[in-house]
């Protein structure tokens, strides 16, 4: 989290692509056109500067498969599109993505201590910590409330809107005027859903269908009720693996699961739960409780938060994608309610009804 947002001018290596090989029907701009660069990991984004203000540029690569696409953001999709002409240009980075792309960004003067996600995101202002280190005057997540922990890490990983408008006729999708050690339900709403409508935000079940929004999923999970935090699998100051976690993949779950333990599974062993042979991709937690369905770019998806295991039912209904027929591409939802009900162990009024 550390590189999100990078200047070229210092970091000529932040710019992925090559341009010479780019198609101009869909890049309209030039290298050096771009004052900022967004994102290293899945996409990147660029930006052009104009006045205090940045604005993006019609077009993003995407990492994972070497391809660019044009970047607008359309009607339709982002609440705030109503309240900006459709046009790039006159769309101010400031409100609709810099205050979760940096430290301190004041919408009044547009400037930032530091971009990309600093320590005093998580941990409040420093100052006086760092003339006097001491715990009693530095944020520590580890020793909030599950819910004020959980909101170190909702305050940018969500969609959502602020209960209040900074600024009049400028729409901010972030929530402006947090900080650690405030509640942020006093500055944010995490976006609205309608149980069993599809929206650009969620699929029917209320489960995220994009990008950033492990906080609105995690919110409905029952581990979160359990006291669970984003920080008991994830250590966001980097650990050897790709998203961060503590044990990488389905050890990071064994550590509170396992068949003995009341956390659950209830079942004898890992493979009386999972109805695959151990070391079958079929035997993940992963797969089945967080499967990959939150778009993130047109053909790449992030896992879900809310643990909840997607039915084939649910599959049916609303078109939620489910984990068996999503990697048993070949057969059909009925197959696996069939499946399903034969798993003793499971509840049929549950998973397959
Ligand atoms: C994205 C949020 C985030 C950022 C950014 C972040 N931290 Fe942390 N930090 C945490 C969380 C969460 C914990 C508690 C981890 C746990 O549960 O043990 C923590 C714990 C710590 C601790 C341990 C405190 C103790 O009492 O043991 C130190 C030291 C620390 N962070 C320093 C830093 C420094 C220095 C930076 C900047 C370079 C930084 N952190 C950036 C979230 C963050
Ligand atoms: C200030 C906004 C902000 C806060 C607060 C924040 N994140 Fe992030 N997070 C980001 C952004 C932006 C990225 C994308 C980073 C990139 O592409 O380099 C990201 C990426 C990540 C990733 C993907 C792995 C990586 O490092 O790129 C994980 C996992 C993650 N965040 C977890 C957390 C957790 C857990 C917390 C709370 C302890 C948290 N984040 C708090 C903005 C934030
Ligand atoms: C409410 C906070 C928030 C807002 C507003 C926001 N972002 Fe992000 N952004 C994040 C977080 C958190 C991540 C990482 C997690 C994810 O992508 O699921 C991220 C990831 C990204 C990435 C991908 C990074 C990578 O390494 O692949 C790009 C590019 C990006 N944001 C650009 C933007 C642009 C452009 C805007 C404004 C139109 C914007 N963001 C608005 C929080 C935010
Ligand atoms: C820090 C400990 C901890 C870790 C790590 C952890 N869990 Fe949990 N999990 C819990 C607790 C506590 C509960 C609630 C148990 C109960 O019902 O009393 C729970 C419950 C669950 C449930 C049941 C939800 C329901 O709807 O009944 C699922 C599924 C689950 N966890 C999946 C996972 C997966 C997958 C991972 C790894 C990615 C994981 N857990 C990692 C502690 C943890
Ligand atoms: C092949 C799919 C699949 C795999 C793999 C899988 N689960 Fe499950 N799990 C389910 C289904 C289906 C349910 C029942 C969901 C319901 O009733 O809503 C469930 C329920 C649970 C529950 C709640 C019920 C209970 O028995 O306590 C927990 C906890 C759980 N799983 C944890 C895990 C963990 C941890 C792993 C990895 C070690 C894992 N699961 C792997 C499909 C799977
Ligand atoms: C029970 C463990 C657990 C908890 C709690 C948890 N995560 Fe994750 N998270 C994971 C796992 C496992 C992955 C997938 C890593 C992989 O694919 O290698 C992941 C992936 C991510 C990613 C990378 C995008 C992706 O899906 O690959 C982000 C960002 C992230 N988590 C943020 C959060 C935030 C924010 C919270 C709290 C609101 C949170 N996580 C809570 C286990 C957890
Ligand atoms: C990530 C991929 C993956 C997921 C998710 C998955 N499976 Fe499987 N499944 C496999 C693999 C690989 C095998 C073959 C090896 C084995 O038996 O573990 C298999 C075998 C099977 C078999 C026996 C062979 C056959 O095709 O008849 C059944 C039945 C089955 N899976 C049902 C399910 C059901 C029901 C679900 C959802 C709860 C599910 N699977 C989820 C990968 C998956």
Redesign the pocket.
């Known amino acids: 989290m550390a590189n999100v947002v990078r200047d070229p001018g210092e970091h000529p290596d932040a710019i992925i692509p090559d341009f010479s090989q780019a198609d101009p029907a869909i890049v309209k701009f030039r290298r050096e056109d771009i004052a900022l660069v967004y994102g290293s990991k899945w996409k990147q984004r660029y930006f052009k500067k104009v006045g205090k203000d940045y604005f993006p540029l019609g077009a993003q690569w995407d990492i994972v498969h070497r391809k660019w696409s044009p970047y607008f953001v359309r009607a339709g999709t982002d609440w705030w599109t109503p309240f900006y002409p459709a046009d790039n240009a006159q769309r101010p980075t400031g409100p609709t993505c810099d205050g979760c792309h940096s430290v301190n960004y004041d919408i009044a003067t547009g400037t930032v201590t530091e971009w990309n996600v600093g320590c005093e995101r998580c941990h409040g202002p420093g100052g006086d910590h760092v003339r006097q280190p001491s715990r009693a005057n530095i944020v520590n997540p580890a020793r909030l409330d599950t819910v004020a922990a959980t909101d170190t890490c909702i305050q940018c990983h969500s969609q959502g809107r602020p209960l209040t408008k900074p600024e009049p006729g400028r729409a901010y999708d972030w929530p402006v005027g947090f900080q650690m050690g405030r509640r942020l339900s006093d500055y944010w709403q995490l976006e609205e859903h309608t149980l069993g409508e599809t929206s650009f935000t969620h699929f029917a079940d209320g489960t995220a269908h994009k990008n950033r929004m492990q906080g609105n999923d995690f919110v409905q999970s029952v581990m979160y009720r359990h006291g669970v935090a984003c920080q008991s699998c994830h250590d966001v100051h980097g650990t050897s693996n790709n998203a961060d976690l503590i044990k990488p993949g389905s050890r990071m779950c064994l550590e509170c699961h396992g068949p003995n333990s009341p956390n659950g599974p209830h079942a004898p062993t890992i493979e009386a739960h999972?109805?695959?042979?151990a070391g079958?991709?079929?035997?993940?937690c992963l797969?089945?409780h967080m499967?990959k369905i939150a778009q993130t770019m047109p053909d790449d998806f992030v896992r879900s938060h809310t643990f909840r295991?997607i039915t084939?039912e649910l599959t049916e209904r609303f078109h939620i994608p489910?984990?068996?027929?999503?990697?048993?591409a070949d057969?059909t939802t009925a197959?696996?309610k069939q499946?399903?009900r034969g798993?003793r162990d499971r509840s049929p009024w549950r998973?397959a009804p």
């Open positions: 999972s109805h695959h042979k079958s991709s079929g035997d993940d797969a089945c499967p295991f084939p489910n984990p068996c027929t999503s990697c048993h057969r197959w696996a499946e399903l798993w998973v």
